[in-house]
């Protein structure tokens, strides 16, 4: 139970569970009176949530293993967010799909012994509109995620997210919650293909800062969750 009065905000990272449980949400506020609850969408950072929402604020997010939301969050993209949204590329993704047309292409760039490769690679991840809005975009750096932490009340493991709803919805002000008869995911039948060992290093590499935040986060699931 939050217990404060201070409102609660779902920050919602790209590619971990947030249309399935937005629509579990968005069901059960059909059936009962608003908490006090709102919604960050992918753009939105912890640090714009105390603005907006007050410093008092709390926050509620799912974890995704970094590697492995960056990974699906570009062929969401390639895909314009097919089958669940059609939003087309930006002027700036055309130019990095014509560029890199694939994740190993995306790593070889990364990876590259010239700077100027190096840099092109990062500057076209960060032209995105999703991909990169990951935990770094979110918090910033570790030091402001350790800071953020007494406010985070909610931070499931993605893998926990439907066997444990009942904690996500308790803790998002819904101890009594129904499912809805089908729920809504945005999640392609399509597997991608398999990456090199070399292409998830360089990826893996490039995802530093989000995975020293996502292990803080972890921290904090386990202090919450257990």
């Given at each position: ?71 699906s969050a570009w062929p969401s993209r390639l895909r314009e967010g097919k089958p669940g949204y059609h939003t ?49 975009h979110a918090f910033g750096t570790v030091d402001a995620a350790r800071r953020a932490m007494p406010a985070v ?72 969750h257990g």
């Amino acid at each position: 139970p939050r217990g404060t009065g201070a409102p609660l905000v779902y920050l919602h990272i790209p590619k971990t569970g947030g249309t399935y449980l937005t629509d579990v949400l968005l069901h059960n506020l059909q059936r009962r009176d608003q908490p006090d609850l709102f919604y960050a969408p992918h753009r939105m950072t912890v640090a714009q949530t105390a603005e907006v929402f007050g410093p008092d604020r709390q926050l509620a997010l799912v974890l995704r293993d970094p590697l492995s939301r960056f990974v699906s969050a570009w062929p969401s993209r390639l895909r314009e967010g097919k089958p669940g949204y059609h939003t087309p590329w930006t002027a700036a993704e055309a130019q990095v799909f014509a560029t890199f047309p694939d994740l190993e292409a995306l790593a070889r760039g990364l990876g590259h012994l010239w700077p100027g490769t190096r840099r092109r690679a990062r500057a076209a991840v960060a032209a995105m509109t999703m991909v990169p809005r990951g935990y770094a975009h979110a918090f910033g750096t570790v030091d402001a995620a350790r800071r953020a932490m007494p406010a985070v009340r909610l931070c499931l493991p993605i893998e926990a997210l439907d066997s444990q709803l009942n904690v996500a919805m308790a803790a998002l002000g819904f101890p009594d919650f129904s499912r809805p008869p089908q729920p809504v995911e945005n999640r392609s039948t399509e597997r991608p293909s398999p990456l090199s060992a070399r292409a998830e290093a360089r990826l893996r590499a490039f995802l530093a800062e989000d995975y020293a935040i996502y292990d803080v986060l972890s921290a904090r699931a386990r202090e919450l969750h257990g």
